[in-house]
């Protein structure tokens, strides 16, 4: 199963009428969808007066497919025939006449109608074809399919950047595990230097001292250890990675658990930053706590 973004756009434009053997005189239409990244599904649609009825059949069909998102639904419809090639008739001139009295009646200083006016209110007024709801159905599902497909192509380039931030988390993890011990030794070794040094003796004492030295050295040492020791960081930071492939592996909605993942790398980055007692350690951590705030960046766009 394929990883999906958030983002995502698409849009498609049908002339003319539904079916070759109906009139191309029609009415065009026009669906276009913006999605961008939200903590839940967010539907906003931008629909004219004409097609507000579309708006429950189009709302199902985005909950049935997806299933977050901040998603923006437009739709409009334009006459192919020019509207001043029609003259308006009868009725619709008297029923504009009385409008404009009661208007008036009220407002005298309302302006008269001009003819471009009685056009553009009766081009309005123009029955839609009875399948314009379904056409805007029809089309909206195309729309939404085109959607889908730009989300996933821009999910399998968001996993194929996640997976590689994965490799260099590893690559630092690796490197961090053996400095531990070379810090423990290097430490224990100065503990020694420095007890011999104070206690300067020669002889029988000396060699006493000397023991007694070690061994204060090695108390030292194994302190030392225990405060900086990350196995344990290392070890759950790992697990972490590893459980990132297997969702990235799987797909599907993956954003939030994802999302969750992410705090745990950073707060073991932190802890491995808070226990380093050498510069190479501390830029270890740095590094691996951007390349977590670049996943963390890139997670929130998916699905």
Do not use: C
């Not at 629909?47 to 299933?67: F, G, I, N, V, Y």
């Not at 490197?175 to 300067?200: H, K, M, S, T, Y």
């Amino acid at each position: 199963m394929a990883v999906y973004s958030m983002t995502g756009y698409a849009t498609a434009q049908q002339s003319g009428a539904a079916t070759p053997a109906a009139s191309d005189s029609g009415p065009s239409v026009g669906v276009e969808i913006r999605s961008v990244n939200s903590r839940f599904l967010d539907l906003a649609f931008k629909l004219p007066e004409e097609l507000r009825a579309t708006e429950p059949a189009l709302r199902e069909l985005l909950t049935q497919t997806l299933k977050r998102g901040k998603v923006e639904v437009r739709a409009w419809f334009e006459n192919r025939q020019d509207a001043t090639s029609r003259a308006p008739s009868s009725a619709e001139l008297q029923r504009l006449l009385a409008t404009q009295d009661a208007i008036r009646a009220w407002l005298p200083q309302a302006p008269a109608l001009t003819v471009a006016d009685v056009m553009e209110l009766t081009a309005r007024q123009a029955r839609l074809p009875d399948d314009m709801h379904d056409r805007v159905t029809e089309l909206t599902r195309h729309v939404i399919t085109q959607l889908i497909e730009a989300r996933g192509r821009e999910g399998t380039r968001l996993s194929a950047m996640l997976s590689d931030r994965v490799a260099q988390l590893r690559t630092l993890a690796a490197a961090a595990g053996p400095l531990i011990p070379q810090l423990v030794n290097q430490q224990r070794q100065r503990f020694l230097d420095r007890w011999n040094e104070a206690l300067g003796a020669d002889g029988n004492g000396a060699i006493a001292s000397s023991d007694a030295a070690r061994d204060r050295a090695l108390a030292e040492a194994t302190a030392f250890a225990i405060r900086i020791d990350v196995a344990e960081e290392l070890t759950r930071l790992s697990s972490h990675l590893d459980e990132i492939d297997r969702l990235l592996s799987r797909g599907g909605e993956v954003g939030k658990r994802l999302d969750f993942l992410i705090q745990e790398l950073h707060r073991e980055a932190n802890t491995l930053g808070s226990k380093s007692s050498s510069l190479e350690l501390t830029r270890i951590s740095v590094d691996m706590k951007v390349l977590i705030e670049q996943m963390r960046e890139q997670v929130q766009n998916l699905e």
